[in-house]
Nanobody, 125 residues
Framework: HVQLVESGGGSVQAGGSLRLSCAVS????????TGWFRQAPGKEREGVAA???????IYTDSVKGRFTISKDNAKNTLYLQMNSLKPEDTAMYYC????????????????????WGQGTQVTVS
């Protein structure tokens, strides 16, 4: 199975930047793809960004133009570069993986992702 470990969270002032990393290890038969989610207190977990099967990055509207998802296949690491951070970006951020058969989907839905990291906190003040 796949294991995901996030890092890079922290506290930053509005307008600042953070880069989250997600180290991916293990194996899923048939392959997988990855994405980022976040969950603020009292709110549902929402999809932030993902990479679909043709390598295209997709984003939720609220982060377009500010966040960039990328991956380094040599390091088996997924990244989320977050710029122009806003207080409403404050949340626990999770990386997750879904089976390759679902990687064509352009909706970033938590129920499609079966493997999750433990999360890293991002606080913007």
């Amino acid at each position: 199975h796949v294991q995901l470990v996030e890092s890079g969270g922290g506290s930053v002032q509005a307008g600042g930047s953070l880069r989250l990393s997600c180290a991916v290890s293990g194996y899923i038969y048939g392959g997988y793809c990855t994405g980022w989610f976040r969950q603020a207190p009292g709110k549902e977990r929402e999809g932030v960004a993902a990479i679909v099967s043709d390598g295209t990055p997709i984003y939720t509207d609220s982060v377009k133009g500010r966040f960039t998802i990328s991956k380094d296949n040599a390091k088996n690491t997924l990244y989320l570069q977050m710029n122009s951070l806003k207080p409403e970006d404050t949340a626990m951020y999770y990386c997750a993986a879904r089976l390759w058969r679902d990687c064509w989907k352009t909706a970033i839905i938590p129920s499609d992702f079966g493997y999750w990291g433990q999360g890293t906190q991002v606080t913007v003040s």
